[in-house]
């Protein structure tokens, strides 16, 4: 299956945006309401979204600052349990600031996780530049999911 795969831009360096993958409060200022980080291989991902869903899985591997691969998946969700898929995050210093290229393996390269993604991405740029928040997707996935 091909990967679910975005490219982005931030004005921000490559450590910096790293850490907003790695620190649980700096994750949570774009995705999640609460998480818990383990960023080494093996070590524990746990993100906790509103009206109690929960991503979980591991870290596969942490190579600061320039890749990130762990396994996710949602806790009580038959097609996609717990560690079920697996992100890369890799980032490229360019231009002044980075580069980031996520490819997710395990969901539809289209469709609500393509979407949900693209959201948490605009938010993650807002939180690594102080930007301008963007509302949180996660209600508009949550209603569009249970309509499936």
Do not use: C
């Not at 949570?28 to 980080?37: E, K, P, T, Y």
């Not at 995050?89 to 469709?111: A, K, M, N, Q």
């Amino acid at each position: 299956m091909k990967p679910l795969e975005q490219e982005i831009w931030i004005d921000a360096p490559r450590d910096d945006v790293f850490d907003y993958f790695t620190d649980s409060k700096k994750l949570v200022r774009w995705m999640g309401d609460n998480a818990q980080l383990d960023p080494v291989k093996g070590g524990q991902y746990l993100v906790t979204f509103k009206e109690g869903w929960v991503s979980r899985g591991q870290f596969v591997e942490v190579i600061r600052p320039k890749r990130i691969v762990y396994t996710v998946g949602w806790e009580g969700n038959e097609e996609f349990p717990p560690g079920s898929t697996r992100v890369e995050i890799t980032l490229f210093s360019e231009l002044g600031g980075t580069r980031l290229l996520l490819r997710h393996y395990g969901p539809p390269s289209d469709g609500l996780e393509r979407k949900g993604w693209g959201q948490y991405l605009e938010r993650l740029v807002a939180a690594a530049t102080h930007g301008r928040m963007p509302r949180d997707p996660f209600d508009a996935l949550v209603d569009e999911t249970e309509r499936r």
